[in-house]
Each structure stands twice: as structure tokens, then as C-alpha cells.
């Protein structure tokens, strides 16, 4: 199992950026899949996760609204669009994928991370 | 669900049994895992569904717990054990503890 994030930068605040997330080593269109970010030296926060047909996503509060998770399963690909950035969304971002089959449930698989840095 | 870990810094000597305990807001129903996460790596899954071991993961760690009180201990520390921990429960939503970070004494 492999997840590769990219797509992070140095965005100002207001604007938009896009994460990409490439999944090999598993049957990608049979799990869900989820965005995870940790701010610089705080703790783990639950971003987005979504249905492994990608018919049904959920989102943390502090980013509904302004996220969109979406997925491409003939690319094995998971995506995160992120809107009208804020500062306090400076984080790694970290795609993860569950330990089971069509299951949200515990992360068994995390990627290495891709970094966002808001600021003007 | 909000998950409360405790202490948020424990300082242990190696070979000594160490707990960590995360405490729910809710009944999390044993729906709960254990990250460890070393200094500039992603967290890494040792327990989950409260006390099920994460193949590969040293038999040293367990879990227990249930309803709202849930525990981590490391039966005897190894250098290779510093790192901060987290638990993580997905019974309602998807929510992680502050931490707990682990040194050697």
C-alpha cells in the first residue's frame, strides 16, 4: 500500500489550492478514503472522508463549506479541493486510508504528507 | 465526540510500564484506535477496535478499555518507543485526543 500526496504550497489567504493523492498496492474503488491535517507542533485533525463510490463524503466543521473531497477511481486518485483558505488551515494534510473495505472506521495507512502554508 | 488524553507529557525510564489513557465525552462503544507518531513521520496505527493489535506491532503494546475510559500501555519501554501518541475514536464522527507525548526519562 502506497499514498503519495502533492499539490502542497505557499498560498495567501482567500485563495485556492487542490491536493492530489495517488493510492497503488490495493483495489483503490473499494475503500473510503480520507483527508487528515495536523497544524505545525498540534495534533491530528479529521478533515474529509468519502464513500469509496464517491457518492457520499463527509466534512469536519472547521472546513464545510469551503473543502471538497473527490476521488477518481480509474486514476486511483483522491483529491481536496480547498476554497477561501485561512491561515489557521496551515497544516501537512495527510491522505489515509481505513483498515477495511467499504468502512470509515480507524486508519490503517497514512501517506507521508504534503504541506500548506497560508500567509500573505 | 471530544477524546481528552492524559498526561500530555510522561516521562518514563526504559523497561518501565507505561500508560497513557484517552477519556471520552461520549460512550465511544470500543471504537477507538492508537496512533504513534515519531518526530517528522505519519502516525502509524498500533491498536485498533480498543485492543485488537496492528499486525507487525510489537505484542508489548496493548489497549483496553470501555465506554467512555480507554488505555494504552507499553509493558516495558524501549528507546524506540518515544513519540507522541494519539487515540482516535470513530463511533460518532471521526475525532482525535490532544496526545500524549512520551520521553525517556
Known amino acids: 500500500v502506497q499514498l503519495v500526496e502533492s499539490g502542497g504550497d505557499l498560498v495567501q489567504p482567500g485563495r485556492s489550492l487542490k491536493l492530489s493523492c495517488a493510492a497503488s498496492?490495493?483495489?483503490?474503488?473499494?475503500?473510503?478514503m480520507a483527508w487528515v491535517r495536523q497544524a505545525p507542533t498540534k495534533g491530528l485533525e479529521w478533515v474529509a472522508s468519502?464513500?469509496?463510490?464517491?457518492?457520499?463524503?463527509h466534512y469536519g466543521d472547521s472546513v464545510k463549506g469551503r473543502f471538497t473531497i473527490s476521488r477518481d477511481n480509474a486514476k486511483s486518485t483522491l483529491y481536496l479541493q480547498m476554497d477561501s483558505l485561512r491561515s489557521e488551515d496551515t497544516a501537512t494534510y495527510y491522505c489515509?486510508?481505513?483498515?477495511?473495505?467499504?468502512?470509515?472506521?480507524?486508519?490503517?495507512?497514512w501517506g507521508q504528507g504534503t504541506l500548506v502554508t497560508v500567509s500573505s | 465526540i471530544q477524546l481528552t488524553q492524559s498526561p500530555s507529557l510522561l516521562s518514563a525510564s526504559v523497561g518501565d510500564r507505561v500508560t497513557l489513557s484517552c477519556k471520552g465525552s461520549?460512550?465511544?462503544?470500543?471504537?477507538l484506535a492508537w496512533y504513534q507518531q515519531k518526530l517528522g513521520e505519519a502516525p502509524k496505527l498500533l491498536i485498533y477496535?480498543?485492543?485488537s493489535l496492528q499486525t507487525g506491532i510489537p505484542s508489548r503494546f496493548s489497549g483496553s478499555g470501555s465506554g467512555t475510559d480507554y488505555t494504552l500501555t507499553i509493558s516495558s519501554l524501549q528507546p524506540e518507543d518515544v513519540a507522541t501518541y494519539f487515540c482516535y475514536q470513530y463511533n460518532n464522527g471521526w475525532t482525535f485526543g490532544g496526545g500524549t507525548k512520551l520521553e525517556l526519562k
Open positions: 489515509a486510508r481505513p483498515g477495511a473495505t467499504y468502512y470509515y472506521g480507524w486508519f490503517a495507512y
Open positions: 461520549q460512550n465511544i462503544n470500543n471504537y
Open positions: 477496535n480498543t485492543n
Open positions: 468519502i464513500s469509496y463510490g464517491g457518492s457520499t463524503t
Open positions: 498496492g490495493f483495489t483503490f474503488s473499494d475503500y473510503n
